[in-house]
């Protein structure tokens, strides 16, 4: 197995991670709470280092992005475990399993790398399951990436240490990340983990220049009121400023969350309406195809820029990074250098 990076060597064998927010302390044969780091005689492994679950060529849009290569196609990889334990996780099939599958397979990072270029994408995505806790791997396929000039993506929870982050500010180009709730309580109940730790890694990435988007599932009656949406919000506004992506998308029921109903298609409205009251100029809905609140409109003129349906992309009115109707700049990042 590979050995893991960002732990401590305690006492009595024991080790201590620090790539997580969880900072497992972590005794010997032992497993920290994500499942696949693991302590063998006092050293820390990365488990699943190469090991792949999942793998697709994905449109950017699907993770979702859509001011990061817009209309582009991304390889996507995912393992398994994660650090959180979520009741409504849409991948729990992969997400909550454990390293006696058979159905893991390897793909080594230069492997990664030459199917990525050889599948007509513009970025490599890890997703599927939690990216960080994948540390090693992603920073090794990545660092190879950046070097053909392919762009490099997180679709993550956000509950990386500052350490971790500080590892892949050179290679890592987009942080997507899922802020589950403005509420600790629910973090605490739903997920596993806290809030806090999210908010501080969601800010330390956009400061070490990774394009940012939220994204934030929206669950009757467990995170849906104005008043904790006007809080995330605001707390976007002031910590990443008015040019991030926020999706708001639409809960259907899965995993230990069936009894919970989907989404009013009109309180995800009210909250779109609200963000873009308060002075964000890139909100957008998810899960609900077809709907008018996915294109992306000049937030000077409203005139439709780029138009989706579903993962169909049409830019019609852009000219580089410029609204062809008045002018006005759009924020996206349109090539990787």
């Known amino acids: 197995m590979h050995e893991a990076r960002l732990y401590q060597k305690l006492e009595d064998d024991t080790v201590r991670c620090s790539l997580c927010a969880h900072r497992c302390t972590i005794k010997e044969g032992r497993q920290g709470v994500c499942g696949v780091r693991i302590n063998r005689g006092g050293t820390l492994y990365a488990a699943t280092f190469g090991k792949v679950i ?17 209309g582009t196609l ?73 070097k053909e000039r392919l762009g490099t993506v997180y679709v993550t929870n956000g509950y990386i240490t500052e350490e971790g982050l500080n590892e892949l500010a050179g290679m890592l180009n987009a942080f997507r990340v899922d802020i589950k709730s403005f509420s600790d309580t629910f973090y605490r109940k739903v997920c596993g983990g806290r809030l806090q730790p999210v908010l501080d890694a969601t800010a330390h990435a956009k400061e070490l220049g990774m394009h940012v988007e939220t994204v934030t599932l929206v669950i009757p009656g467990q ?10 919000i605001r707390w976007v506004l002031e910590n990443l400023g008015p040019d991030t992506p926020m999706h708001f998308t639409r809960f259907h029921p ?25 002075g964000i100029h890139y909100p957008y809905l998810g899960n609900v195809g077809g709907h008018p609140y996915e294109n992306t ?20 009115g852009l000219e580089g990074h410029n609204c062809t109707e008045c002018g006005g700049h759009i924020e996206y990042v349109s090539q990787i250098r």
């Open 254 to 278: 899965d995993y230990r969350m069936l009894d919970a109903r989907p989404t009013e298609i009109r309180t995800l409205e009210k909250i779109y309406e609200r963000a873009k009251e308060l």
């Open 223 to 232: 995170n849906d009121s104005m008043e904790e949406m006007e809080t995330l």
């Open 74 to 146: 991304s390889y996507s990889l995912g393992t398994i475990g994660c650090n959180f334990h979520c009741a409504h996780c849409q991948n729990w099939q992969i997400s909550q399993q454990t390293l006696e599958m058979e159905s893991l397979r390897d793909i080594s990072p230069e492997q990664g790398v030459e199917r990525a270029i050889r599948s007509g994408c513009a970025s490599i995505a890890w997703t599927y399951n939690e990216p960080a806790i994948w540390h090693e791997y992603p920073l090794a396929m990545g660092t190879l990436a950046r």
């Open 297 to 316: 409109y000049c937030p000077s003129c409203g005139s439709v820029v780029i138009e989706r349906s579903g993962y169909a992309v049409r830019i019609r």
């Open 54 to 70: 999942a793998e697709a060529v994905d449109p950017i849009e699907k993770k979702p992005l859509f001011h990061f290569l817009p």
